[in-house]
């Protein structure tokens, strides 16, 4: 998940270059509409008017590959990066960084903020689902990523907080815990205990092993 950076900030990095990149990526950014071609287009558009507004004259073009964290389709776009003075790139955090890279003598501008690594719960919603922690638990959870769905981050278990399935900190919160729970008794059924008997753990003396 991303979102474009204030214009202002990506202008002022501009200095005085005169023709302009803006290069979308067609992968995550794409899907919540930040960084695709329509949202490249939309940038250099507004680039142009603003070097007028400037009294400068400014040739923005904008393109689109695939993915920018993919060096062969970066590598496509090596032809529109020779003839422009500065590059606008609309990929995410991972994919800005693989055309400075290929390109080290192009100015590579990140035009894009990158929020979290999330998807689409509903159309305009996205949500974060994984913190990119680096040691994955999804197989002990069913799925359901602690460290970024947990408010507090817990990683072991319920911390006592919630109630009717909601988290303390806002109620808007679903305990991540509690649908961990849940789902995980979906795949383990809880055990019987009607044939327990209480009283804790049983003991049998043996007197006859006693000298």
Sequence with gaps: MAEAKPFAEVAAR???????????????????????EHEAQ?????????????????????TAVPRQCEPEWVDSLREAVAQADAVVSLGCGVGVGFPAEAFPQACVIPGLNTIFGGGTVSPGVFEERCAFCGDCVLAD????????????????GLCG??????????????????????RLAA??????WSRAENGG???????????
């Design 14 to 36: 501009l200095r005085d270059g005169r023709r302009i990149l803006v290069a979308g990526c067609g992968g995550c950014v794409a899907v919540c509409q930040a960084g695709g």
């Design 42 to 62: 939309t940038l250099a558009e507004g680039i142009r008017l603003w070097g007028g507004k400037q009294g400068r004259v400014l040739e923005a073009m904008a």
């Design 141 to 156: 959870t069913a799925g359901i990523c602690p460290v970024s769905r947990c408010a507090k981050r817990l990683a072991n």
């Design 161 to 182: 907080g919630s109630s009717d399935g909601r988290c303390e900190i806002s109620s808007d919160l679903p305990c991540a815990w509690q649908m961990i729970c849940e």
């Design 187 to 192: 795949f383990t059924p809880p055990k019987d």
């Design 201 to 211: 753990p049983r003991r049998i003396r043996r007197e006859d092993l006693f000298v």
